[in-house]
């Protein structure tokens, strides 16, 4: 049984889990979907009620139903490297790549349409809460009304994007940003806000989930930070990840954050506080765990590894089979 | 409770919906995501462990508690129309938007991901074999070798494209289409093709299903059709939709399919054969129905009409829960 890796060329994170499936022994096919069609090719043949797929890349032919799991880590759009490249082609191709894995019995890291679901950051925040999760007081909004009563109520706000990066090529994260206190919140009516309480923090903690595997890492705020600088992705830090042992109600809550998502990789970043409480600010399903494998030590390439290559039963429904139990009825 | 209709403005089959709600005195809100921010606006607040949300247009306010269920008809893109559009702003319009009623016990229909996956033709033909109707003999590839066998083996083929409507502006829907007997495959090695055994067809069949209502129609053959017009889309005829019978098998395989594929609705193309035989073709998650409707007699938006306004538990756990049994396991 094979294990599927959909990825761009130049990426390093992959090459770390290769690099264990490798050493394993277990046979693995890692191609980039921009390069459908051409260097790889697919073919599928629906006759007499039953489904024989193909897919080739670099040499190699996997049948589909050899694949063990699909890894979906920096695909690129379909076809965009074919030789006259189109959004029609690229719809056709992606229909027929994705149409015919989401059809075999694969298990997947994470599943499309959990993926999609888990960027939602008021569906996190709603599945947060319910994972009995501390998140801190948040407002969504185009009402400036609904802005100040907040305001009034949580003096301390943090402003972020409720979609996260910036769509420009390349994408561009936006950063957190301190709610100045007479804020004009007029502007509101203009575009949905996230309004957050900031949380004094003392650490960064990120909680990198492998199906049931919990990798919690923390990194102390310096004693000179600047309490302007809420972001930690770019603030500058003299200190460095570090394991952590998170409280079992936090390691309760995000199994369960994870298994109601249907994800089978989540990177979790919350805010320690004063009080050592840990809040909450998001999941995100494609994190990286690079930075946090070397600084830290914790093997999360090998968790990877090991759960792509575990035969049996997905141990989460991939494709996000339990939400139901929160949405939808 | 209210129910809530995503759509444009100008959606005639939005308006026989209702007009049917209004007749049983549902409440419902009708607005566009394309006026949001501007005379759409919304609120949500995370405070304590709760969500409280809130939905605003034409005037009216709505809770988001209090949404019994949401028809995503045909919903222009968010933030279309507002003071200064961008990619951007849609997105995080978006977010906002269906992320908060992601998070809402409403019931879909459809549910955004289980539409999404529906739309995969490839998938389609599968959940079709697996819901045990018949599906004629199909070979999707990019292998030129793998279309002439094909070929050699069923002579008579069509090709289709394998996304369904080409995405420029508007859409333009790409005809089925014969392949004649001395078809060069080469070309296959540029795009993804779909190829077909194309069944000699005495009758275009349609069944509109509404969660557990079925209403098929037929439409026969004109005596003088020409063979070569195997799309019923771009066909003239004389002849009209009357409602028809299912076989129950067919009934039965069309029940597993919406209930497996998560969707409240799904209007299926079948192709009946000389003799009798109902072959799939495909399920269209947001086909029409008002041409059908007028046609055939067959009260196809009061189903629609009653299974939004229908209380409790959604029968189809409405965002594709189930389909984990012929997925990622």
């Given at each position: 049984?094979?294990?599927?890796?959909?990825?761009?060329?130049?990426?390093?994170?992959?090459?770390?889990?290769?690099?264990?499936?490798?050493?394993?022994?277990?046979?693995?096919?890692?191609?980039?979907?921009?390069?459908?069609?051409?260097?790889?090719?697919?073919?599928?043949?629906?006759?007499?009620?039953?489904?024989?797929?193909?897919?080739?890349?670099?040499?190699?032919?996997?049948?589909?139903?050899?694949?063990?799991?699909?890894?979906?880590?920096?695909?690129?759009?379909?076809?965009?490297?074919?030789?006259?490249?189109?959004?029609?082609?690229?719809?056709?191709?992606?229909?027929?790549?994705?149409?015919?894995?989401?059809?075999?019995?694969?298990?997947?890291?994470?599943?499309?349409?959990?993926?999609?679901?888990?960027?939602?950051k008021?569906?996190?925040l709603?599945?947060?809460?319910?994972?009995?999760?501390?998140v801190p007081a948040t407002l969504i909004t185009t009402f400036p009304q609904a802005a100040r009563d907040f305001a009034d109520r949580f003096p301390d706000l943090v402003v972020k994007p409720v979609s996260?990066?910036?769509?420009?090529?390349?994408?561009?994260?936006v950063p957190t940003s301190r709610v100045a206190p007479d804020a004009d919140f007029s502007a509101v009516a203009y575009g949905p806000t996230l309004l957050q309480r900031r949380v004094a923090k003392?650490?960064?903690?990120?909680?990198?989930?492998?199906?049931?595997?919990?990798?919690?890492?923390?990194?102390?705020?310096?004693?000179?930070?600047d309490p302007d600088e809420v972001d930690v992705r770019f603030a500058?830090?003299?200190?460095?990840?570090?394991?952590?042992?998170?409280?079992?109600?936090?390691?309760?809550?995000?199994?369960?954050?994870?298994?109601?998502?249907?994800?089978?990789?989540?990177?979790?970043?919350?805010a320690?506080d004063?009080?050592?409480?840990?809040w909450?600010l998001e999941?995100?399903?494609?994190?990286?765990?690079?930075?946090?494998?070397?600084?830290?030590?914790?093997?999360?390439?090998?968790?990877?590894?090991?759960?792509?290559?575990?035969?049996?039963?997905?141990?989460?429904?991939?494709?996000?089979?339990?939400?139901?139990?929160?949405?939808?009825?």
């Amino acid at each position: 049984m094979t294990v599927l890796i959909l990825t761009c060329e130049q990426d390093v994170t992959a090459d770390m889990v290769v690099a264990e499936l490798d050493g394993s022994g277990v046979p693995v096919v890692r191609l980039d979907p921009a390069d459908l069609p051409g260097p790889v090719a697919l073919s599928g043949e629906y006759v007499h009620g039953a489904f024989r797929g193909h897919l080739s890349a670099g040499g190699r032919m996997v049948s589909m139903s050899g694949l063990r799991s699909v890894w979906v880590r920096r695909p690129g759009v379909p076809a965009t490297r074919a030789a006259e490249p189109s959004d029609w082609l690229s719809e056709e191709t992606s229909q027929a790549l994705y149409g015919m894995l989401r059809s075999t019995d694969a298990r997947w890291m994470n599943h499309p349409d959990a993926a999609r679901r888990a960027r939602h950051k008021p569906w996190q925040l709603r599945l947060a809460q319910r994972s009995r999760l501390p998140v801190p007081a948040t407002l969504i909004t185009t009402f400036p009304q609904a802005a100040r009563d907040f305001a009034d109520r949580f003096p301390d706000l943090v402003v972020k994007p409720v979609s996260g990066a910036h769509p420009q090529e390349p994408p561009r994260a936006v950063p957190t940003s301190r709610v100045a206190p007479d804020a004009d919140f007029s502007a509101v009516a203009y575009g949905p806000t996230l309004l957050q309480r900031r949380v004094a923090k003392r650490a960064d903690i990120r909680m990198t989930c492998v199906g049931d595997r919990i990798h919690a890492a923390r990194k102390a705020v310096g004693p000179d930070a600047d309490p302007d600088e809420v972001d930690v992705r770019f603030a500058t830090s003299d200190t460095t990840w570090l394991p952590v042992e998170p409280p079992p109600r936090v390691a309760a809550g995000v199994r369960t954050y994870l298994r109601e998502a249907g994800l089978a990789y989540g990177a979790f970043d919350f805010a320690e506080d004063g009080d050592g409480t840990w809040w909450f600010l998001e999941c995100n399903q494609s994190g990286q765990f690079g930075f946090v494998q070397i600084e830290s030590g914790q093997p999360v390439a090998r968790s990877v590894a090991d759960w792509l290559a575990a035969p049996g039963p997905d141990p989460v429904p991939s494709n996000g089979g339990r939400a139901w139990l929160l949405e939808g009825h």
